[in-house]
């Protein structure tokens, strides 16, 4: 178990690093094709497309290949993304490439996580609190590789250090042993007989929820949406609002990606004790509340000092809400462990595409300030669900 938490954090390192790499350098990816914010926002929405559709996709996979089966295949896909995002193709490869990385880690994120969340019953917020450390420090390091690369110009390397990684962690699922966890990983479901079709379980069956848990469902795949959709706009566009907010340069700005998730890797650290010793609906009530009022002091911060400080607070309480709110509702949802965790996953994914997309058509047509308040308003509505949530469970 240790050894497949350990390779499992260092794909979420992986993670980290590919969710944040085209944040990191989107100013000046954007100027060397001559594109605006709203192309970025749909380069990002094309990437966690494909995100949202390696999650769906990954349980067929993992039925035909097994989990490490399915995990060998994402990261390879991965891999040959990011080495083809450094060639700097036509703008128009862009989107079939960022369908492709971000189906790679969509996938690989939904497995690892299954995994933990399945196998592990006590202690399950601390174990992938310690997955989302690693995926913290991967989002923190890369910005902070990606301002001295983009201020020699050189800023296309940052893709090769993700596919370096990348490839170190191919080939660790590749040779790894996992002991008794072994037959697990590599189980693969029977071919189906001819009739096999009228013998499948129903759809009930599949997924196993009943009476008030639907409402519970349906309000936390809208919270996943918004949560994700809201930390992926802070994370893709923040060097931009710093930039035509405070006039910062784009190697500067680069490192308030890097200032971000330091702070989340940092609250990342201890969310999953926190979240133990004073419960999962208190955690994630507080850390939304908290989120929400940060986002709406930051459009008055006009000192670059002011601003980093909020930034960095909306890191450490924003820092564990993905990790205990997936742990919450699979907690939640008793009976339903294998599917909440991939429907979670997946909405997030869908927020991440959406919402992005939507805060990139704002830098164009909005100001920054009102930006910045359309993301309070995301953490708004989250703190609203949480609480709504709070009452139901």
Request: contains cysteine; hydrophobic residues 60%.
């Amino acid at each position: 178990m240790k050894k497949l938490i350990w390779i499992g954090c260092l794909s979420y390192f992986v993670i980290g690093l590919a969710h944040v790499v085209l944040g990191s350098i989107l100013p000046v990816l954007l100027q060397h094709y001559d594109r605006n914010y709203s192309a970025g926002g749909e380069l990002i929405f094309s990437q966690f497309a494909g995100f949202l559709a390696g999650v769906l996709v990954s349980p067929l996979l993992n039925r035909r290949f097994g989990k490490r089966g399915g995990i060998l295949i994402a990261t390879s896909l991965l891999f040959c993304a990011e080495v083809a995002y450094a060639f700097l193709p036509p703008w128009g490869w862009m989107y079939v490439i960022a369908v492709v990385a971000g189906f790679g880690f969509g996938m690989i994120e939904a497995v690892i996580g299954t995994i933990i969340i399945a196998a592990i019953t006590e202690g399950t917020a601390i174990a992938m609190s310690r997955l989302e450390v690693l995926f913290g420090v991967g989002a923190l390091l890369m910005p902070l590789a990606a301002s001295p690369l983009i201020a020699a110009g050189y800023w296309r390397l940052a893709f090769l250090i993700v596919a370096a990684f990348t490839l170190i962690s191919l080939l660790f699922w590749g040779r790894g042993h996992f002991g008794p966890l072994q037959s697990m990983l590599d189980e693969r479901a029977p071919r189906r007989t001819p009739g096999a079709e009228h013998t499948a379980r129903p759809w009930k069956e599949r997924l196993p929820y009943k009476g008030r848990q639907w409402v519970l469902l349906a309000l936390f795949i809208l919270f996943f949406f918004l949560y994700v959709g809201t930390e992926m706009s802070l994370v893709n566009f923040m060097p931009a609002i710093f930039i035509a907010k405070l006039g910062m340069s784009e190697a500067s700005a680069a490192l308030t990606v890097t200032f971000f998730w330091l702070a989340m890797a940092a609250g990342r650290l201890y969310a999953g004790v926190i979240a133990e010793k004073i419960s999962y609906r208190i955690y994630v009530l507080i850390s939304c509340f908290s989120a929400m009022l940060l986002l709406l002091i930051f459009p008055f911060t006009a000192h670059p000092a002011a601003a980093f400080a909020v930034l960095i607070l909306i890191g450490l309480f924003m820092s564990g809400i993905f990790s205990i709110s997936l742990v919450f509702s699979s907690k939640l949802l008793p009976g339903a462990e294998e599917a909440t965790p991939s429907i979670m996953i997946a909405s997030g994914g869908v927020g991440g595409a959406v919402l992005p997309l939507l805060t990139g058509w704002s830098m164009d047509h909005l100001q920054v300030a009102q930006t910045s308040s359309l993301l309070a308003v995301f953490a708004g509505v989250l703190f609203v669900l949480s609480l709504a949530a709070w009452k139901l469970g």
